[in-house]
Nanobody
């Protein structure tokens, strides 16, 4: 089992920045592939970013490329999502995701970007 707890969401003006954190426990974090997804009401969960445990390889959703950066600190069992130049359309609940044999989700953190 893996437990994931997101933090760092909040209200920010368009053009601003936020950094989300996801703390993991319950399994060797350094061997977990980690990701971020987001969801708005009435829509499907959308892929945001992914980081592979073995080599730090990253991929991003098209809508966030060049603005968001995913990173991890294995010593702190934490994955981060640095979000810059935020837009109102980035408003969503952001979920942390961990993959090993199974897939795990956090409870989500709300990000609201005002215009």
């Amino acid at each position: 089992q893996v437990q994931l707890v997101e933090s760092g969401g909040g209200l920010v003006q368009a053009g601003g920045s936020l950094r989300l954190s996801c703390a993991a426990s319950g399994r060797t974090f350094s061997r977990l592939d980690m990701g971020w997804y987001r969801q708005t009401q009435g829509k499907e969960r959308e892929f945001v970013a992914y980081i592979r445990w073995s080599d730090g390889f990253t991929i991003y959703g098209d809508s966030v490329k060049g603005r968001f950066t995913i990173s991890r600190d294995n010593a702190k069992n934490t994955v981060y999502l640095q979000m810059n130049n935020l837009k109102p359309e980035d408003t969503a609940i952001y979920f942390c995701n961990a993959r090993a044999v199974s897939t795990y989700w956090g409870q989500g953190t709300q990000v609201t970007v005002s215009s």
